[in-house]
């Protein structure tokens, strides 16, 4: 599926989930990080990929397979690479980004924070992305908020101030290890408690002082 959703030039590249950047996800789960084998919460990021099958625009009809019959809608907020980071500083993460997606990063209900959720997490049109937003004038990115409504009802508030690693400091971790290319997306990481939609829901995510993504969910329908 080709979906550009970049507004600059710059081609659509990677986009890169986050995984455990939520510090009340991060409490729930740490019974199971002090357990073995691992015995310890990851030290560096998790991340995985949303490979170019997943992207979908505004207005998509999400598909998903009658079993189970749902999914969770992780809504976050994706950092457009603007120009490639290397080794970058907390203090100069900022200046490689060129602008923001409202991202609902789909998924398929699972646990699983071990290995790469690839069947829960890559089908196609799992991953609907705005248009790219500029930094706008005002919008503090580190207490940005996010809802998620449901049928026009809402279903779910999150705030990006309880991020473990808040955005300028996830891209300079990331690219402690990683070259992140221009036209790459580094998507925030969902919050605790994302909700669940099912076919026939109507889906619209919003950040104040930035912008909306709606779309929708349908039954996958078999070739």
Known sequence: MQYSFLDD??????????????RAMVERLT?????APYKAAPKAPVL??????????EGAAVEIPHTPGEVRIDATIGLVIGRSATGVRVDQAMGHVAGFVVVSDVTLPH??????AVVQRNRDGFCPMSRMFRDQVGFDLDNATLSVSING??????SFATLVR???QLIADVSEFMTLAAGDVLLLGPGE???LARAGDRIKITVPG??????????????
């Open 31 to 35: 019974p199971q990080f002090d357990s």
């Open 153 to 158: 009802e809402r279903a779910y508030e999150r």
């Open 210 to 223: 930035l912008g909306e993504l709606s779309h929708s969910v349908a039954e996958e329908t078999l070739t």
């Open 193 to 195: 408690g994302s909700p």
């Open 48 to 57: 995985y990929i949303k490979p170019r099958n997943t992207f979908a625009a």
């Open 166 to 168: 808040p955005a300028a």
């Open 9 to 22: 030039g710059l081609e659509p590249g990677t986009v890169y989930g986050t995984l455990l950047n939520d």
């Open 111 to 116: 646990e699983n924070y071990y290995r790469p």
